[in-house]
């Protein structure tokens, strides 16, 4: 291809003018108002990120729609498999159910990482589409059934009644309520949550990613992000609006993504087991006449992600894999032993109307800390069963139990852990070293 054709491919696309970042004030930033905390929907204004020429001046948010997916976007349009300026058309797309406006959408304490407004843009900011403002939705909530084998035996086995409403059949179709969320963070809410300077908190943002969002300190009037990282899903067993009922008993199980596990099933952890063990908890308080709900975070590897998570695998094992070095072998390799940091993950309970937890499926000290401090109480913690860890996990629950991690069983000390040791890769591994 010469380079004629490749000028004309960007002038298809692309104006010859290219900003590389805004400043406030200036002709290019008359950014449509946003005030987060608002109650009101219109007062509050829509989150505008898109640097399309029609709406470049309105943007009042920094980032790009769809996390991580931006960039497959953006290889679509330089492709030319999409239009640079493609507008989605949102027929039937609404909400599968309507989830009742909450007080905490109107409180920028308690919801900094979501929008709050974001699944029902059409019904909310329709005048902002009419007149051409690219405005996204970050909520979508659907329906639908899952099958998962361990649910399917637990029906087979009679743990769990066909009651045709949420059980269906034994085949074990499970009737869902699906809520996915993109995240979209209040820089100043974040920042408090942490206990960090605003600035600071930019800063560190626009150094660690590659500098690729420079009004992050060019633009401190607008206080919103969009950030390139992954969203979660909310799975509701039962009737959805029992959800933020006081007077219905909920199970909970925050869960963050181990795609090793959760989709593959290796036995070096206990996450699959401890998912499907809370999906099946969350069932039984549902066919009880409860709400169960299930969360799903995609923070792989405690957010240090898979290549960092099977270094440490390969540490460990080599090293000598025992329960009092489980957190070295990670602290070694990635600097810090969990970057999970749960302190934004109470929003979506909040979102959600839950204002108590009857019984949290989580051992995790941080998930309880973090819920406990956004003015949810929780009544009882769940650990998952002994005879659901795998043999090879035993390292990984002993250790985070040492920790400080909930159990109700045996608190193990210091020469118990170093007596922990998992599967050795001695007689299967095929590089010598």
């Known amino acids: 291809m010469t380079s004629t054709h490749i000028a004309a491919g960007i002038a298809d696309r692309y104006s010859n003018r290219i900003v590389l970042t805004t400043y ?3 002709s290019v930033a008359n950014p449509i108002p946003l005030q987060w905390g608002e109650s009101n929907p219109e007062e509050r204004g829509p989150v505008i ?11 009042n948010a920094i980032g790009a729609h769809g996390g991580s997916y931006a960039i497959y976007t953006a290889l679509a349009i330089a492709s030319g498999q999409l239009d640079a300026d493609f507008r989605p058309n949102f027929l039937n797309t609404q ?3 309507n989830f009742p406006a909450q007080a905490a959408w109107g409180d920028k304490k ?4 979501m929008d709050p407004f974001g699944h029902a843009i059409v019904r909310y900011y329709r005048r902002h589409l009419e007149e051409g403002v690219d405005v996204r939705p970050t909520i979508a909530v659907t329906r639908a059934t899952m099958r998962v084998s361990e649910i399917s035996e637990a029906i087979n086995i009679g743990r769990l009644p066909i009651d045709g409403s949420i059980v269906l059949n034994k085949q074990g179709d499970v009737k869902v309520t699906k809520v996915a969320v993109e995240p979209v963070w209040y820089l100043p ?5 942490f206990g960090v300077d605003e600035t600071l908190l930019r800063r560190a943002l626009f150094e660690h ?11 401190p009037d607008m206080k919103v992000f969009l950030p390139p990282i992954g969203g979660l899903t909310v799975y509701i067993f039962g009737d959805p609006e029992r959800v933020s009922d006081p007077n219905v008993r909920l199970a909970l199980r925050v869960h963050d993504e181990c795609n090793g596990s959760d989709v593959f099933q290796s036995d070096i952890c206990t996450c699959r087991p401890y998912l499907v063990f809370g999906i099946e908890e969350a069932i039984k308080e549902a066919q009880n006449g409860g709400s169960g709900v299930v969360i799903y975070f995609r923070k792989e590897g ?8 099977y270094l440490v695998y390969n540490s460990r094992k080599r090293g000598g894999d025992t329960a009092d070095k489980y957190f070295q072998r990670t602290e070694n390799i990635a600097g810090t032993k969990d970057m999970r940091f749960q302190a934004l993950m109470p929003d979506i309970l909040h979102w959600l ?4 937890v009857d019984r949290m499926l989580s051992m995790s000290n941080m998930k309880y800390d973090a819920i406990v401090e956004q003015g949810i109480p929780i009544h009882e913690r769940v650990p998952i069963p002994d005879e659901l860890i795998p043999e090879d996990s035993r390292v990984e629950i002993d250790a985070k139990i040492h920790s400080g991690y909930f159990s109700a069983g045996k608190q193990p000390t210091e020469q118990d852990l170093k007596e922990v040791k998992g599967r050795g890769w001695e007689s299967w591994e095929d590089v010598t070293h």
């Open 24 to 26: 406030p004030n200036q």
């Open 49 to 59: 990120v898109s640097r399309s020429k029609n709406n470049l001046s309105k943007r």
């Open 95 to 97: 909400p599968t159910f």
């Open 110 to 113: 308690k919801i900094v990482a």
């Open 189 to 193: 809410g974040v920042a408090e949550r």
């Open 209 to 219: 990613t590659g500098g690729n969002y420079p009004e992050l300190i060019t633009r």
């Open 302 to 309: 405690r957010a240090l992600g898979e290549v960092v998570k």
């Open 353 to 356: 109307g839950i204002t108590k």
